[in-house]
T-cell receptor
Framework: AQKITQTQPGMFVQEKEAVTLDCTYDTSDPSYGLFWYKQPSSGEMIFLIYQGSYDQQNATEGRYSLNFQKARKSANLVISASQLGDSAMYFCAMRPPISSGSARQLTFGSGTQLTVLP | ETGVTQSPTHLIKTRGQQVTLRCSSQSGHNTVSWYQQALGQGPQFIFQYYREEENGRGNFPPRFSGLQFPNYSSELNVNALELDDSALYLC??????????????FGPGTRLLVL
């Protein structure tokens, strides 16, 4: 079974500063995918970034980067130069190995509510 | 490129009734997954449809059922509604077989309130 843990229910960051949102995971599969999603108050889950378990480099997408430490089973999201529009709920999620015929269900953590202060 | 759409946006039902939620997948995608998100929690996987068949199911009772149509759109049906079914229901589409970076893209959700 896969499990995602997000230990920060809420975080505050000053506008234009960087912030790190923590995510640890547990799985016995050697192959897996890790995702971060942003959920504004409107409800839609917005895909931010993906990291594969065999990827050698940390993923980056614009102001988002993923600090992947495989041995520690952590996949922290770093948001640089925070903006007011970054205020939202952030979810870390894991997908099991891709194999023929298998479901690609995502297992989500409980989320971190980020508030960017002006 | 058309994103994932869901209807209706909001719904109010009473206990014991039945409800149908609808989802249109992103253009080019062939797989639809449904999730239930209770207030203050992360989404929970209900089931996934690929090639019009259920391709995996989470820990939800049989009164949660679904369909996928030839155009890859999907329906989620819930019978005998219970108060605990009140939640945001999210639909996500993806392209099955694109390898490890296969990504699910979500719709705006349907908020269901059961009274």
């Amino acid at each position: 079974a896969q499990k995602i843990t997000q230990t920060q229910p809420g975080m505050f960051v000053q506008e234009k500063e960087a912030v790190t949102l923590d995510c640890t995971y547990d799985t016995s599969d050697p192959s897996y995918g890790l995702f971060w999603y942003k959920q504004p108050s409107s409800g839609e889950m917005i895909f931010l970034i993906y990291q594969g378990s065999y990827d050698q480099q940390n993923a980056t997408e614009g102001r988002y980067s993923l600090n992947f430490q495989k041995a520690r089973k952590s996949a922290n999201l770093v948001i640089s130069a925070s903006q007011l529009g970054d205020s939202a709920m952030y979810f870390c999620a894991m997908r099991p190995p891709i194999s023929s015929g298998s479901a690609r269900q995502l297992t989500f953590g409980s989320g971190t509510q980020l508030t960017v202060l002006p | 490129e058309t994103g994932v759409t869901q209807s209706p946006t909001h719904l109010i039902k009473t206990r014991g009734q039945q409800v149908t939620l609808r989802c249109s997948s992103q253009s080019g995608h062939n797989t639809v997954s449904w999730y239930q998100q209770a207030l203050g929690q992360g989404p929970q996987f209900i089931f996934q449809y690929y090639r019009e068949e259920e391709n995996g199911r989470g820990n939800f009772p049989p009164r949660f059922s679904g369909l996928q149509f030839p155009n890859y759109s999907s329906e989620l049906n819930v019978n005998a509604l219970e108060l605990d079914d009140s939640a945001l229901y999210l639909c996500a589409s993806s392209l099955y077989g694109t390898g490890n970076q296969e990504t699910q893209y979500f719709g705006p959700g349907t908020r269901l309130l059961v009274l």
